[in-house]
């Protein structure tokens, strides 16, 4: 077997199993990585190939910090190593996408509030963000807006059933249908450990309607709540 066969094999062995990554590299393919690393093989491969750390989801926090606080546990890759271990990823791989630095208030219409509330929404927009966690004012104005996905219909039934009188329901203003967008985090022990939301009783959990990384969200999201 190719040395660099090897090697590819080694870093997408996880991505394999939970379905990330879908194409077949013949030994051709392989053979000629270097030689074609910069124009035939996908960016992706090529940063597994270089050993570049992945961002297998991407996390945005709005509202999560006070003005005074400059960091956070959330804030810092370890803090995420126990779910990315769990879900058999190494963390010298892959990373964690975090954003915990915007604050937007739903009802506030000052420019600066404003610059923050559509910086977040292209993100959404774009499936640039793939886990949003903030308040309940703010998450209701962004499930309003269809930035969320239902997640009756990503989540389990049994957990559906246990967290019943702590799901966020909105309705669409487009599509006029009622649907669940995120979770209250109520005594909630990562939220706890995280260092955001400490002036906040109830965050809420939600995942972007065009997240790029929809399963690993999801996964996070069960992790968030305990139930993985």
Partial sequence: MHRYEREIDRVLAP?????FIEYDAS????DKVLDYLSCTIPPLIKRFCTMEALELVNIVAVNAQDIATTSAAADTQDFYDAFLKQ?????????IGIDSSLNALADDSNSSNMQNIQAIQVN?????????????????SIGEMGYLTD??????????DKYTDDLLYVTDVDAKVKMAVGV??????WIAKSGWFANVKEPVIGICSSAQNQD?????????LGEE
């Fill in 15 to 19: 991505y394999y199993r939970l379905g």
């Fill in 184 to 189: 209250r985090l109520h005594d909630n022990d």
């Fill in 151 to 160: 997640i009756t219909k990503c989540l389990p039934q049994d957990v559906l």
């Fill in 216 to 224: 690993t969200a999801k996964a996070f999201l069960l992790y968030v």
């Fill in 124 to 140: 959404l927009m774009a499936g640039t963000d793939d886990v949003v966690f903030s308040d309940e004012e703010f998450m209701t």
């Fill in 87 to 95: 879900n058999h990823f190494d963390p010298d791989d892959v990373q």
């Fill in 27 to 30: 030994k051709a393919f392989v």
